[in-house]
């Protein structure tokens, strides 16, 4: 909700992971919240903790995602249905709306939950717990972009 928490995870997992493929440069991978409360802030210490246990970079400033930013992106990965409801009504068009995805969706665990839980008032075992789950689906989901690429080019 606020960009401190998991989904600057996701934006740090998923850029290393795109790293490490060789394929940071084919994306534009950004993370915001809905609400502007902590519009310019670090991400939370927990979360980098952690991603420095895993060797991976959790850094950037909150922003909020406004309706202009479906404009800049093909894909709009919402972490819990919450911010899915609330990115709905955000879309200025169905074509937007269209581009609204759970980040759970790639996910090959997924239960009957597609919610990434929000850590902010646990402790560092619940950071590490949202850390498996975004690592599982960024894994899914850089296969199913570059599955869907390679799809694409034969």
Not at 1 to 11: H, K, L, W
Not at 28 to 46: F, K, Y
Not at 49 to 63: E, N, P, T, Y
Not at 99 to 104: A, D, G, H, N, S
């Amino acid at each position: 909700m606020g960009n401190i928490c998991r989904s600057p995870m996701a934006e740090g997992v998923f850029r290393h992971l795109a790293r490490q493929a060789g394929l940071e440069a084919v994306f534009d991978i950004e993370s915001a919240g809905l609400g502007g409360w902590h519009l310019g802030e670090a991400p939370d210490e927990r979360a980098q903790s952690v991603g420095r246990k895993h060797g991976i970079r959790i850094d950037g400033a909150a922003q909020q995602f406004l309706a202009v930013d479906f404009a800049r992106f093909d894909l709009v990965l919402a972490l819990d249905g919450e911010i899915e409801r609330g990115l709905q009504r955000l879309a200025p068009s169905a074509a937007a709306r269209a581009k609204i995805r759970y980040l759970r969706d790639f996910d090959p665990q997924v239960n009957h939950s597609r919610d990434v839980p929000d850590p902010y008032y646990g402790t560092t075992r619940h950071f590490e717990q949202v850390y498996e789950l975004v690592d599982r689906s960024c894994r899914g989901l850089l296969l199913s972009l570059t599955t869907t690429a390679t799809d694409a080019a034969d």
